[in-house]
């Protein structure tokens, strides 16, 4: 497994966040 560096772990962070935000968007 790969180390992520901090500013790499953080933009995964908030392109997971951004999903799941887009997602219970769409449910309701």
Known sequence: MT???D???RDF???AFR???VH???RT
Do not use: F, G
């Open 19 to 21: 999903r799941l935000v």
């Open 3 to 5: 180390e992520l560096s």
């Open 7 to 9: 500013e790499q772990k």
């Open 24 to 26: 219970l968007r769409e």
């Open 13 to 15: 962070e908030a392109a």
